[in-house]
């Protein structure tokens, strides 16, 4: 069931998704070699709670009876979504996806950036520009009137061109007081099919692209998911609210760019 948010909530919403916004940015400014995972998750979880949050994805359940042990996901290299934060630190050409879930006042946000580490390949920052791209696709076509597989299209074109792969068995999601609800919003799909968009719509939508094969294994850690060609991944995320027929980017890369130095 889809649960359309009024004015008031998309508000709510848009509080929750811009502390998940200044968490990333914080992680931006210390994202640097030598610097493990783990640091990065205290770093996160004490800055959300700090601002009176909650980091959503600590104590997450899975299918396996497995619950998420950190408040960040951490994706290096091949691995594509749901990496555990660890001891292992960070090395010149790595890239790493840092995915940051928080609930604030009863709503959640949902934002992902996948950050290098040093010099990285030229292959590699087309990777990771081209998912970002998409991700910027699949919004402008979350157009009230329009479809999720409009969305999905967007993002799958995108990347199919330029030769990427697009990861199918991992979707974006609907989110409100839930940090999933409906509905799945895939990163693939036909334009003019699938659920209906409408003003009120609050979904993440979230391409995880990969340089090589699409093709996903998950680890013996039960959360962990990789490429299975070991070639690397990316993963950008945003929550969005359609607003007066078009999506309204509630989360925000702004300060995470400047930290950068790039201009998008
Ligand atoms: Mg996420
Ligand atoms: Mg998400």
Redesign the pocket.
């Given at each position: 069931m889809i649960f359309l948010k009024t004015e008031d909530e998309i508000e709510l919403m848009r509080a929750a998704n811009l502390l998940v916004a200044s968490t990333l940015a914080e992680i931006a400014k210390n994202i640097r070699e030598g610097v493990t995972t783990k640091q990065l998750d205290r770093l996160a979880e004490e800055y959300i709670r700090d601002h009176g949050a909650v980091p959503t994805f600590k104590g997450f359940p899975n299918p396996f009876g497995a619950p998420f042990p950190a408040s960040i996901c951490t994706s290096v290299n091949d691995e594509v979504v749901h990496g555990i934060p660890n001891d292992r630190p960070l090395k010149s050409g790595d890239i790493i996806s840092v995915?940051c879930?928080a609930q604030l006042g009863g709503y959640n946000g949902?934002?992902?950036y996948t950050f290098c580490v040093g010099e990285v390949s030229g292959k590699v920052k087309l990777l990771l520009r081209t998912t970002k791209e998409a991700l910027y696709r699949g919004i402008d076509a979350a157009l009230a009137g329009r479809r999720i597989g409009d969305v999905g299209n967007a993002v799958q074109r995108h990347c199919e061109a330029k030769g990427l792969g697009v990861v199918k068995e991992f979707v974006?999601?609907g989110?409100g007081k839930e940090?999933?609800e409906d509905p799945p919003v895939p990163n693939y799909g036909k334009k003019g099919e699938g659920p209906l968009i409408e003003n009120g719509l609050c979904i993440?939508i979230?391409p995880m692209i990969t340089l090589g094969s699409p093709k996903i294994g998950m680890m013996p850690d039960k959360w962990t998911v990789k490429t299975l060609d070991g070639k690397y991944a990316a993963h950008f995320?945003h929550?969005v609210a359609v607003h007066h027929g078009k999506a309204d980017i509630l989360s925000s890369f702004e300060e995470i760019e400047k930290i950068e130095g790039i201009l998008y």
């Open positions: 995915d879930g949902d934002s992902c974006g999601h989110i940090m999933h993440a979230e995320e929550t």
